[in-house]
């Protein structure tokens, strides 16, 4: 199994709303990244984990909560999100730990959000 | 901080031929690894190859190639015998802590 299994593929909430997005790959990997991308850009990085402990979080706000709640799970939690928060979230998984530079990334297809 | 710069927004080629996407890079890393991805309409993002920056050598993979000049912080990827499914957006990335990309190319396979 090679896949990065992400859930639901679209999502439509209003700015009020809780929801939730689900990652989920059976490779083994320890490391597990959360990306977002915007229309014809690229994918920015939100979070990297690694062993299942947040490693990385590159100054995303309070709005979006991840959690690892084992090593093939990642979960993002969203709250009070914003119309411009509207975008692909990309899950990502990789072999080791970060920092490692030879890891190649497997993506998931991603979770299409709209935000009204 | 890792920079990836790809110049080229939009390539267009004939099926069958050859096309040659550029990146340029800087980092202050000695050691470090370089990527392309493809993202084809699904918006899945696909690893097409990947280098060493410790390697001379230039990595390959079946029609895939990369021209990789450490020096001048280059690494440019070649097409060979285009084919309509290469059709996609090609991002050039560098590792540290997770992808930095660049900003894409838009790749049209005419027929």
């Known amino acids: 199994d090679t896949e990065v299994t992400q859930t639901p593929k679209h999502l439509v909430m209003g700015m009020t709303n809780k929801k939730s997005l689900k990652c989920e790959q059976h490779?083994?990997?320890?490391?597990m990244y959360w990306y977002k991308q915007k229309a014809k850009k690229p994918p920015e990085l939100m979070f990297v984990?690694?062993?299942?402990?947040?490693?990385i979080n590159e100054s995303v706000p309070s709005r979006f909560s991840p959690e690892c709640p084992n090593s093939s799970l990642l979960n993002l939690h969203l709250h009070a999100l914003q119309p411009e928060d509207s975008a692909l979230y990309l899950c990502a998984s990789s072999q080791g730990r970060t920092g490692v530079a030879n890891e190649k990334l497997f993506f998931g297809s991603g979770t299409q959000l709209s935000v009204l | 901080a890792q920079t990836v710069t790809q110049s080229q927004p939009e390539m267009s080629v004939q099926e069958a031929e050859t096309v040659t996407l550029s990146c340029t890079y800087d980092?202050?890393?000695?050691?470090?690894?370089l990527f392309w991805y493809k993202q084809p309409p699904s918006r899945q993002m696909i690893l097409v190859i990947r280098q060493e920056a410790y390697k001379q050598q230039n990595a390959t993979e079946n029609r895939f190639s990369v021209n990789f000049q450490k020096a001048a912080k280059s690494f440019s990827l070649k097409i060979s015998d285009s084919q309509l499914g290469d059709a996609a957006m090609y991002f050039c990335a560098i590792e540290k802590d997770g992808l930095t990309f660049g900003k894409g190319t838009h790749l049209i396979i005419q027929p």
């Open positions: 980092t202050s890393e000695s050691d470090y690894y």
């Open positions: 490779m083994g990997h320890r490391a």
């Open positions: 984990y690694s062993y299942e402990k947040l490693s």
